[in-house]
């Protein structure tokens, strides 16, 4: 079969999945996805049709392909020019096919076409088992910080907005995401990436965020600095901070937080490298779509994983409780964590490292974040006593996670927020 008539075909089943009836499963499970994910579309190490196989093979059941300031809709070509690009595009041509890859040669080797989504979806995607989200990584700046937006589900490419300070260009792309969704009526949403990478964003800089209802508590790049430093707070610190302020004072909602691969490197694994498989979220909807997904993660129906996996998670306003799937030889901890109403936000501006001109996030002096109750076994309930602001839940394993960024680091899960009743 020839290139014209591999893609037509492949362009065929994605047409023929995407309008076929759909079996409606008998109940709500739960989905495994990672929704930040770079190709050679952008600044990743392999083939789109690739990494998706990766995924797929690996137990998840979506994934959103977020490639930088691009969609996979438009003709590229990429120079196989070094070992790396080599070897995927051995990889490539194993997996699927002498003739999937068109090429044409240049003076330094040759080049490569880049399928589309639409033209490699029907090779992985499957209903009821796999499925692609469009997605865009905006990734602009201010002054030198990078400010970085996934949109998912994304319908049209969004050019990166810019503006006149950090809360100003988040806003100015968040705006930019809502507003298609709005104009096209598609299910799609915007979430706030790595706020530690390049120490870009405070948490003062997201608390006036309007219509943001994500944001990444656990990224797996190796450069984002999730655990924080001694001059700047830890995102899950920055989390409480946020959940505090934007629901006690700015009045713009909660965030819910999501965990993601951020992958780039698909060849070696290796604790510098960038790799799949290291965080994910796990999504409780009764069908595989993107319309249910996001949906479901709308409404805060899902947890953020870097290994540990729940059986249960019950939230409501008067309740959050959980259960635990075990592994042989493992214990996990569970811990409660919120901030009261009426908590002290005064606070002073951090101390930021010498010669920097950029603000840190603020030490404040309120009991803000607090541990609520620590429960050991593989149950775990929390009812609120009336007092709380909010309350969410991390999972922490006896377990070392394989691969990790950071020595010693357990595999954890974390469950979003509820929003007790004000009494």
């Not at 692609?132 to 319908?155: K, Q």
């Not at 405070?202 to 990444?216: K, Q, V, Y």
Request: aromatic share 10%; proline share 6%.
């Amino acid at each position: 079969m020839g290139i014209g008539a591999r893609r037509r075909l492949s362009s065929l089943l994605a047409w023929l999945w995407l309008v076929a009836p759909a079996a409606v499963p008998a109940a709500e499970q739960w989905w495994k996805g990672n929704l930040h994910t770079h190709t050679l579309w952008s600044d990743g190490d392999d083939f789109p049709e690739s990494v998706a196989d990766w995924y797929r093979t690996n137990g998840y059941h979506f994934l959103a392909l977020s490639d930088h300031n691009i969609l996979q809709t438009i003709e590229k070509w990429v120079a196989v020019t070094n070992a790396t690009r080599r070897l995927a595009f051995e990889k490539a041509q194993a997996r699927f096919g002498a003739n999937w890859l068109e090429c044409r040669a240049i003076p330094a080797g040759f080049k490569v076409r880049l399928h589309t989504l639409a033209e490699f979806r029907g090779l992985v995607e499957e209903r009821g088992r796999f499925v692609l989200i469009p997605s865009e990584e905006l990734s602009d700046h201010h002054r030198t910080l990078p400010l970085h937006v996934n949109a998912t589900n994304l319908r049209e490419f969004i050019q990166p907005r810019g503006g006149t300070n950090v809360t100003d260009v988040l806003q100015r792309n968040i705006d930019a995401v809502l507003a298609q969704r709005k104009r096209t009526g598609q299910p799609m949403f915007p979430h706030v990436n790595h706020p530690n990478f390049g120490w870009a964003i405070t948490a003062e800089d997201m608390m006036p965020l309007r219509g943001e209802r994500f944001f990444e508590v656990y990224n797996g790049h190796p450069s984002v600095h999730n655990e924080g430093d001694e001059h700047h707070a830890g995102v899950e610190r920055v989390w409480d901070l946020l959940l505090a302020f934007r629901l006690a004072q700015f009045n713009t909602g909660p965030l819910f937080g999501l965990a993601v691969d951020d992958s780039h490197h698909y060849h070696r694994h290796d604790r510098t490298n960038s790799n799949s498989g290291r965080g994910w979220v796990m999504v409780r909807a009764a069908r595989l779509d993107a319309a249910s997904l996001l949906s479901a993660m709308e409404a805060g129906d899902f947890y953020a994983s870097s290994g540990v996996r729940l059986k249960t998670v019950h939230r409501s306003a008067t309740e959050l409780s959980l259960e635990i799937d075990p592994e042989p030889g493992v214990t996990y901890t569970t811990q409660f964590i919120g901030t009261l109403r009426g908590f002290d936000p005064s606070s002073h501006p951090g101390r930021r490292p010498k010669d920097s001109l950029f603000p840190v996030t603020r030490d404040y002096e309120g009991d803000i974040g607090a541990t609520l109750a620590v429960t050991h076994g593989l149950k775990a309930s929390y009812r609120p006593r009336g007092d709380e602001l909010y309350v969410r839940a991390k999972v922490i394993s006896s377990k070392p996670k394989l691969n990790a960024v950071r020595e010693g680091e357990p595999e954890a899960a974390w469950v979003q927020p509820i929003i007790p009743p004000a009494p």
